[in-house]
């Protein structure tokens, strides 16, 4: 079985996990809770500090959601997630989407956020979760597409930062653009035609507590976390270099009518 070989780009900063704390089933899962019902079992992959998987557990209780990460670290915040929300259906594990350690057809619902533009083999790990979702059930992914992300104002800096980060996430084996290319990797990875429906939504971020926290979250991420070390140790930025975009960012957030769009590729695959 392959293992995984892309580089998470973005690492666990807390400037990461700010933004990944922020995620809810409502402003980040939408296009599933229809399919959500009490006594299902759910497999959260790529589950970060938990906060989805706490509302998934809620909404299937007394089903049970298996929340898996590749990172360790983070499981112990999503363990703190769950408790917090006083949900008790959750179990948690290392995992590697590549390659998960479940029988054949062991879930009703797969479900993957902002997975599989990091992963070295988008479709592989497609036909993984494929695997372990049972007859009639549905795999659920959802990811950014950074090459559409919209701003306004036109600040000098964003669209170098944009072409930056792109360059970096497929120079660590990712792919930045998934969200156009889930319909493609689900057909692929043997989902049968019609079996796949393809939608998108985005998050918005323009009132003014939106914007201060998006900057300084993404201005702290570009010269302090994972993405930071990668872009530096790659030869494709300098310190310096990521301090004006790291200003820029902080520039735009300053701007009383600011806007920024970030679109997303959503895909219900049944198994």
Do not use: K
């Not at 399919?35 to 007394?62: H, K, N, S, W, Y």
């Not at 999503?78 to 057809?105: C, Q, Y």
């Not at 494929?130 to 007859?135: E, H």
């Amino acid at each position: 079985m392959p293992r995984e070989t892309a580089v998470y780009t973005h690492g666990h900063h807390e400037s990461v996990l700010r933004s990944h704390r922020w995620r809810t089933a409502a402003n980040s899962a939408a296009y599933l809770l229809p399919e959500l019902a009490a006594g299902q079992d759910v497999l959260d992959v790529g589950c970060g500090p938990g906060t989805i998987t706490a509302d998934l557990a809620a909404l299937v209780a007394p089903g049970t959601v298996t929340a898996v990460d590749a990172e360790a670290g983070v499981l112990d915040e999503a363990r703190e997630a769950a408790a917090s929300a006083g949900v008790d259906n959750v179990r948690f594990a290392v995992a590697d989407v590549h390659a998960l350690d479940f029988p054949d057809d062991s879930f009703d619902v797969v479900h993957a956020h902002q997975v599989l533009q990091h992963v070295g083999d988008p479709v592989g790990a497609l036909r993984e979760l494929r695997r372990v979702c049972r007859p009639g059930g549905v795999v659920a992914v959802r990811d950014a597409d950074y090459g559409a992300f919209a701003w306004f104002p036109a600040v000098s800096g964003l669209e170098d930062w944009q072409e930056l980060y792109r360059r970096v996430a497929r120079a660590n084996g990712g792919e930045p653009d998934a969200g156009r290319r889930l319909v493609s990797w689900a057909r692929q990875a043997g989902f049968a035609d019609g079996a796949v429906t393809a939608t998108a939504s985005a998050w918005c971020f323009a009132d003014p507590g939106e914007r201060a926290w998006w900057s300084g979250l993404w201005a702290d991420r570009t010269t302090a976390s994972g993405y930071a070390g990668v872009a530096v140790g790659g030869g494709h930025a300098t310190a310096e270099g990521l301090a004006e975009l790291a200003r820029a960012w902080r520039e735009w957030g300053a701007a009383e009518d600011a806007w920024f769009l970030v679109p997303h590729g959503e895909i219900l695959c049944r198994a």
